[in-house]
């Protein structure tokens, strides 16, 4: 099946700083997301971004499907960013129709 | 507004007990799922549903079961816990192949 690989698995970062989180995948895939999952376990939807770039405020997206890989920018990030970040996916026309796949998630900490 | 809801939020529970993890959601999706998620882990999917009537296996084996007798409704059901059953389980749902998931809350499960 496809596999979905993060980096860095760990990042700490102090308040006010910037980071790109990155998601590889294994094949070309129909539907990628980006999910924050808070100290408490919600899991939040960011973008929802097979192709192209976004922006939500501090977020930004980018996915290059060619490529097999996608982006994720944290602008002068604040202390209630942190969390675990997933990247997940899914990919038609295969035994993982219509499931999302995910990553093993990045655990950004940001300290004040 | 329309979400997607879980409870309970936590529960504790003696081994050998049944019990019933809830889901609904306000959204009038056809496609719900359920994943399991260890601490500090990726997320793995267990059940998902197409539809009324309509239950399959996840990737992931799981001693739970599932039922779909309404769209809103997609209960999961544990006949007797056990500690290996502790987790974290969330339910998401999705109108569509090309739509992006909602997740609930999700229900912090420990079997002592």
């Known amino acids: 099946g496809i596999q979905v690989e993060q980096s860095p698995p760990d990042l700490i970062l102090q308040e006010g700083a910037n980071s790109t989180l990155r998601c590889n995948f294994s094949?070309?895939?129909?539907?990628l997301q980006w999910f924050h999952q808070n100290p408490w376990g919600q899991l939040i939807n960011l973008f929802y971004?097979?192709?192209g770039t976004k922006q939500n405020g501090r977020l930004s997206a980018t996915t290059v499907a060619t490529e097999r890989y996608s982006l994720l920018y944290i602008s002068s990030s604040q202390t209630t960013d942190s969390g675990v970040y997933f990247c997940a996916v899914i990919k038609w026309g295969s035994s993982n129709t219509g499931k999302l796949i995910f990553g093993q998630g990045t655990t950004l900490q940001v300290k004040p | 507004e329309a979400d997607i809801y879980q409870t309970p939020r936590y529960l504790v529970i003696g081994t050998g007990k049944k019990i019933t993890l809830e889901c609904s959601q306000t959204m009038g999706h056809d496609k719900m799922y359920w994943y399991q998620q260890d601490p500090g882990m990726e997320l793995h999917l267990i059940h998902y549903?197409?539809?009324?009537?309509?239950?399959e296996k996840g990737d992931l084996s799981s001693e739970s079961t599932v039922s779909r007798i309404r769209t809103e409704h997609f209960p999961l059901t544990l006949e007797s816990a056990r500690p290996s059953h502790t987790s974290q389980y969330l339910c998401?749902?999705?109108?569509?192949?090309?739509?992006?998931?909602?997740f609930g809350s999700g229900t912090r499960l420990t079997v002592v």
């Open positions: 094949d070309s895939v129909n539907n």
């Open positions: 998401a749902s999705s109108e569509s192949e090309g739509d992006g998931y909602t």
């Open positions: 549903s197409y539809g009324v009537n309509s239950t």
């Open positions: 971004i097979p192709s």
